[in-house]
């Protein structure tokens, strides 16, 4: 189980409605993610508060509800031509008096519309590839490995690395080795698909690629940080 | 006189133990083993009792601990790390969780959940008829043959080496492939596959019912899923 799809069910887990094949995922999930036990956490809080709320009722719902009811019907126009009749005189009995300079005002901004439209319309017919069709040259829109989740990653990967350069010199040339050899694989791997992501930001497969990619790393790092 | 006393300190240092010891567990047992550098096989039989044998290096002790039908078993860290192999034998409705820093793991014939984490192995499952499979490796080829027979999920990722799963035609599972390299070889699963997605990294769909979640994930590497 991933983060997202924890996400999606972690609402339905606090408030019990989940089957047990379901709960066990989510619990297996949750005892190796910090982040996600931070979100149940906040909704057991919400809902923990929320319980301790004073209800409010009126004293006399139907009786309450028939008056806003009546009140509606009231004030509306009974027909098709008593409605559009209304909407003429409020329209009429309105005073359009302008100034100059609230002319002017308006005809600037119709103007600005009208620039603003044509230079879209001009860039759409001359727009560059569509996501997926990346060329590598620029970062298309939706590209963000700035994302909070990266973020972290990217952290606890700074703090992994600064204890195993302390450890390693202590390692004997076997498993210097493989922890260069692994390095080596995941950092490939990373960089191949953190381009790959750049390239295609609409395609979920390169970005759960680029997930499992850092949490690979990290989970390198913490093994060989163990020795 | 010198050279003899460092001649001896040397060989003390990676002289070979064995490890021998029989577990009784009572119900269905829970066997985790931790190595580092060496080979461990996990073959299911068909008494109760668990096995274990290990040729492992002074330099590598093996320490256990043993909680009802929980059984542990860990080959301690030390500088340099030694050598120490694994073979046990175990019935086939245990369940096992196995990590390793480098070195082969083949599991055979078991019908229980089962947990593989390793930086640089080999992976080899053979005939397992299981709930829920986790492999998760650095380096190294995945093998599977076996028969999805839970709610899964399925998951078999490394980053170097290829994934290579067979099941049964009769399988329902929900497919999810993942490959860097854009190898993907679906073979006859392909044509019975609906509500395909594709993508260039990736294929997804499902298989007769859906259900258990196969994910099966590579970087560098191919995929082949093959019918039996």
Redo the contacts between chains.
């Keep these: 189980?991933n983060c997202t799809d924890c996400h999606e069910m972690i609402s339905d887990y606090v408030d019990g409605m989940l089957d047990l094949?379901e709960q066990t995922?989510i619990e297996r999930h949750l005892a190796n993610c910090e982040p996600c036990r931070a979100v149940r956490d906040d909704l057991l809080q919400i809902v923990h508060f929320s319980g301790q709320l004073v209800m409010h009722a009126p004293p006399n719902p139907a009786d309450l509800w028939q008056r806003i009811q009546t009140q509606i019907v009231a004030e509306q126009p009974r027909t098709a031509t008593a409605q559009l009749k209304n909407w003429w005189q409020r329209l009429h009995s309105r005073d359009f008096n302008f100034s100059i300079p609230q002319v002017a005002a308006v005809a600037a901004a119709l103007i600005l519309v009208a620039v603003i439209s044509l230079a879209v319309f001009k860039k759409s017919t001359d727009a560059p590839p569509i996501a997926?069709q990346g060329n590598g040259k620029e970062v298309p829109l939706g590209y963000n490995e700035t994302s909070p989740e990266f973020q972290e990653l990217e952290q606890r990967i700074r703090e992994l690395k600064a204890t195993v350069e302390q450890r390693k010199a202590?390692?004997?040339?076997?498993?210097q080795s493989?922890f260069e050899?692994?390095m080596v694989?995941?950092d490939?791997?990373l960089d191949?698909?953190r381009q790959?992501y750049k390239n295609?930001p609409a395609?979920?497969?390169?970005r759960?690629?680029l997930r499992?990619?850092y949490r690979?790393k990290v989970?390198?790092l913490q093994?060989f940080a163990?020795? | 006189m010198l050279l003899a006393v460092v001649g001896w300190c040397a060989s003390s240092a990676t002289a070979a133990v064995k490890f021998d010891k029989t577990y009784s567990p009572q119900g269905r047992a829970r066997l985790s083993v931790a190595n580092i550098n060496g080979s461990i096989t996990v073959t299911a039989w068909n008494r109760k009792t668990i096995a274990v044998s290990a040729v492992n290096e002074s330099s590598a002790p093996i320490s256990e601990r043993v909680i009802g039908d929980s059984i542990s078993l860990e080959v301690r860290k030390t500088i340099p790390p030694g050598k120490a192999d694994f073979q046990i034998f175990a019935p086939a409705d245990t369940a096992i969780s196995l990590k390793n820093y480098m070195g082969r793991i083949e599991v055979r014939g078991f019908r229980n959940d089962v947990s593989i984490k390793s930086y640089d192995s080999d992976v080899r499952l053979i005939d397992l008829r299981i709930p829920s499979i986790d492999v998760n490796v650095t380096a190294g080829d995945i093998f599977f043959d076996g028969e999805l027979t839970g709610d899964g999920p399925y998951t078999l990722q490394t980053l170097k080496g290829d994934v290579d799963v067979t099941l049964p035609a009769s399988n329902s599972f929900q497919l999810s492939t993942r490959a860097l390299s854009e190898k993907i070889n679906l073979g006859d699963f392909m044509s019975s596959l609906t509500g395909t997605s594709k993508f260039p990294k990736g294929i997804s769909g499902t298989h007769l019912r859906g259900g258990p979640r196969l994910n099966l994930i590579t970087f560098n590497g191919r995929i082949q899923l093959h019918k039996k």
């Excluded at chain 1, 202590?170 to 498993?175: A, I, N, R, Y």
């Excluded at chain 1, 395609?203 to 390169?206: H, K, T």
Aim: with cysteine; charged share 30%; aromatic share 8%.
């Design positions: 189980m094949g995922k997926g202590s390692w004997g040339s076997d498993l493989s050899r692994s694989y995941v490939q791997s191949e698909s790959e295609n395609d979920e497969a390169c759960e690629l499992n990619a690979e989970r390198v093994g163990n020795f």
